[in-house]
């Protein structure tokens, strides 16, 4: 299992939040950076649009995704947290709109709220809210968010697209591995990928034990 603690933080996690109060907002980015998050903070669903280069032409941009500014595509955002209060733009809207993309409906959105009002929170996860935290937001809701964003990794390195980057990547992680580790990929991803097919694989048996 330690190789897929190194694959968990081998690449640190980018966290867009947005939140249109001051103190809210520094809040969340102070705690999300405590737990070792790259943290973009916005203060409305208009930035937030704007960022992820959504800001009124959906459709072009989804049927295209290279079209988006050079930055977005070193920007990646791999999930969104909002309030859900905001003015213009409320945080359900701003759910709605990743939700309906194309290219973003696989980002894992959470909303936060001082208000607990359950028929607001059941309409955000059924419109496929990962979670719906009511703040003050503490660390400990802040820890739950990891499982939902190795979710959303995955779905993202499944895309048929993508096929290259996971390659590199395992190549390079499974390089610096000792054995033990090796042992727990074949272990844990005997059909995900074909591994043993990389020159590092070649040095070990179906068990996992060197061979001679």
């Not at 947005?18 to 930035?47: C, F, H, M, P």
């Not at 079209?67 to 859900?84: G, L």
Request: hydrophobic letters at 35%.
């Amino acid at each position: 299992m330690a190789a897929l603690a190194t694959v968990a933080t081998e690449t640190q996690f980018h966290v867009l939040a947005v939140d249109d109060s001051l103190i809210d907002r520094k809040l969340i980015e102070r705690l999300l950076k405590t737990s070792s998050y790259q943290v973009t903070a916005v203060d409305s669903g208009s930035k937030a649009l704007e960022f992820l280069g959504l800001n009124g032409d959906d459709e072009h941009r989804d049927s295209n995704p290279s079209s988006v500014s050079p930055d977005h595509q070193h920007m990646e955002i791999n999930m969104i947290i909002t309030d859900y209060c905001m003015p213009g733009m409320t945080g359900y809207d701003l759910l709605k709109k990743i939700k309906e993309s194309k290219y973003f409906k696989d980002i894992p959105v959470v909303i936060m709220s001082s208000e607990n009002v359950p028929s607001r929170i059941n309409r955000c996860l059924e419109e496929g809210a990962e979670e719906f935290f009511l703040k003050p937001v503490q660390l400990s809701d802040v820890n739950k968010l990891r499982p939902h964003l190795m979710k959303g990794r995955c779905r993202e390195e499944d895309q048929p697209g993508n096929t290259g980057k996971v390659w590199k990547k395992l190549s390079t992680l499974l390089a610096e591995q000792d054995q033990d580790t090796t042992r727990a990929w074949k272990w844990c991803y005997p059909n995900s990928f074909p591994i043993s097919n990389l020159p590092f694989f070649n040095r070990f048996d179906n068990t996992g034990s060197k061979k001679i």
